[in-house]
């Protein structure tokens, strides 16, 4: 069943409801802003173990190099803050040197 999901590219739809629950955040107890809680969702065991060998076949992917390193989602050890330090390190130089790239063109000009 979940090779067959696997090799359709198909992920249950009854397997992606979840219930979620709001967990009050250490110290904030007795208070109902929404800031103070942690919203916990549990997912139905058959999705969260499709989800599971989905991680576990593209970690396998990505040390075997058939992965771009630049892939963050799904890949241990890789978070949001590593693909924008990337897009940073990439963008940099532009941003230093002070390129016009993007000002609009005056009136006239070529």
Not at 70 to 82: E, Y
Request: aromatic share 10%; charged share 25%.
């Amino acid at each position: 069943m979940y090779n067959e999901c696997l090799t359709r590219g198909h992920f249950p739809e009854q397997w992606k409801i979840a219930k979620i629950f709001p967990i009050t955040k250490a110290g904030k107890k007795d208070n109902y802003d929404s800031y103070k809680y942690c919203p916990i969702s549990l997912i139905n065991i058959e999705g969260k173990v499709l989800e599971k060998l989905l991680i576990n076949r593209m970690h396998h992917l990505y040390k075997t190099e058939f992965l771009n390193q630049n892939q963050f989602g799904f890949i241990p050890q890789k978070s949001t803050t590593d693909a924008a330090m990337t897009v940073r390190q990439f963008i940099g130089p532009e941003l230093k040197e002070g390129s016009h790239h993007d000002q609009p063109r005056r009136k006239g000009s070529v």
